[in-house]
């Protein structure tokens, strides 16, 4: 399981208060006051918040302790509520090869370029690059469109023709999707 840290910047009172309340947390509290240390730190650690008084730019992953005085489990609740957050984006992002897709917003996005796709192309991308092997139209027709095998249909080939110009255009990547003998494959 991945371990959920609350690094405590420059604010010791509320680090003595959090160390107090350890048993009952969950995530592992660290205290940490200077800027280098802190730096070093983030490197290492995947999930994780920060709470300060004072926002930090380019950091992220912050949780500004603005209101004050708090109910300690009013901030406990909002700490947790940050770490689920934070959990469901990370869950809702998938690399694949250079590009990431983000369910959520249903981009792919690949050196600072986005291209918004639709629900069934995100699908499609999904499939193939799930089972990295070729697959036949008749498999994408039965595990990506849920038609039944017997259909004579050109769906899937001009959805696949789509995306993949839609590739091509933004993108410059006429071999995302390829074209076998024995189906498309990502590659």
């Known amino acids: 399981m991945n371990i ?3 690094i405590i910047y420059q604010f010791s009172s509320l680090y003595q208060i959090l160390k107090e309340l350890d048993q009952e947390l969950n995530f592992k509290t660290i205290e940490i006051n200077n800027e280098k240390l802190l730096n070093n730190k983030i ?5 994780y918040i920060i709470i300060t008084k004072k926002k ?3 950091t992220n992953n912050q949780y500004v302790f603005e209101q004050s005085p708090i109910k300690i489990f009013k901030l406990i609740e909002r700490l947790n509520v940050e770490f689920l957050r934070k959990q469901f ?3 809702s992002e998938i690399n694949i090869n250079k ?3 983000n369910l959520n ?3 792919i996005t690949s ?3 986005k291209l918004k796709l639709t629900e069934k192309e995100i699908k499609i991308i999904l499939y193939l690059s799930e089972i990295q092997k070729p697959v036949s139209i008749e498999e994408l027709q039965k595990n990506v469109w849920k038609y039944q095998s017997d259909l004579e249909t050109h769906t899937v080939e001009t959805h696949i023709y789509r995306l993949r110009k839609k590739i ?3 993108f410059d990547d006429k071999n995302f999707i390829i074209s076998k003998k024995n189906g498309y494959q990502i590659k």
């Open 43 to 47: 490197k290492n650690l995947n999930n």
């Open 168 to 170: 091509l255009k933004y």
């Open 89 to 91: 984006l990370n869950q």
């Open 56 to 58: 930090l730019f380019n």
């Open 99 to 101: 590009y990431l897709i």
């Open 105 to 107: 917003t249903r981009e």
């Open 111 to 113: 050196k600072n370029l």
């Open 4 to 6: 959920q840290n609350l």
